[in-house]
């Protein structure tokens, strides 16, 4: 427990700091951010750049704690890894106040929360549900989520139903090519939207 004290305030605070497209946080929950942002969708490219930047900056973050903390942390990382997993869904939903606290309530939250719990086989991810992609055109989709394949999923919940998406494996291969998306200049395109 003293261990996790160490490594996850640190990683949880790289994906903070990491926010590049005015995202709020709703909330900071055990290993996991909640971030939220109301009005109009980013662009499909601003998403992707976004948890490009959610990744190389969880990376960053966990090899310096690996350093500071090497002895520990082999001996308390069973998997000698900590993974990142990124759920990107468009919700419907209403933010209300409680013990002020701001909090998020709607079907969606239940279904964004339930996603973190999924077949996908990969340590880490990024997840696009198919309630986000349906905002997209699919061959931008193909486009933008270009480093890896995408690969499609699904899976049951009770009371909801079956959830589907689409998903992309997050490797060192973005290390390489995070320099080159990250250093673009100028704002990308806006997509086509239905």
């Given at each position: 427990m003293d261990f996790s004290k160490k490594m996850i305030p640190g990683l949880l605070q790289s994906l903070v700091d990491a926010n590049a497209i005015n995202l709020k946080v709703g909330e900071i929950e055990g290993d996991a951010v909640v971030f939220y942002r109301f009005g109009e969708l980013p662009s499909l490219q601003e998403i992707a750049d976004q948890c490009k930047q959610f990744y190389l900056n969880f990376n960053e973050q966990l090899k310096k704690l690996m350093e500071m903390h090497a002895g520990d942390f082999h001996q308390n990382i069973s998997s000698n890894r900590l993974s990142l997993k990124i759920i990107v869904h468009a919700a419907e939903m209403i933010s209300a106040q409680i013990n002020g606290n701001t909090k998020?309530?709607?079907?969606?939250?239940?279904?964004a929360h339930k996603?973190?719990?999924?077949?996908?086989?990969?340590?880490?991810?990024?997840?696009?549900?198919?309630?986000l992609l349906a905002n997209y055109a699919n061959e931008k989709i193909e486009s933008v989520f270009n480093w890896n394949s995408l690969v499609d999923g699904e899976d049951e919940y009770e009371f909801i139903g079956t959830v589907k998406y689409r998903y992309i494996i997050l490797d060192a291969s973005l290390n390489e090519k995070g320099s080159d998306q990250n250093g673009k200049e100028g704002k990308p395109a806006r997509d086509k939207r239905e």
């Open positions: 998020l309530i709607g079907e969606d939250m239940v279904i996603l973190l719990k999924n077949n996908i086989p990969e340590p880490e991810y990024v997840l696009l549900s198919e309630k």
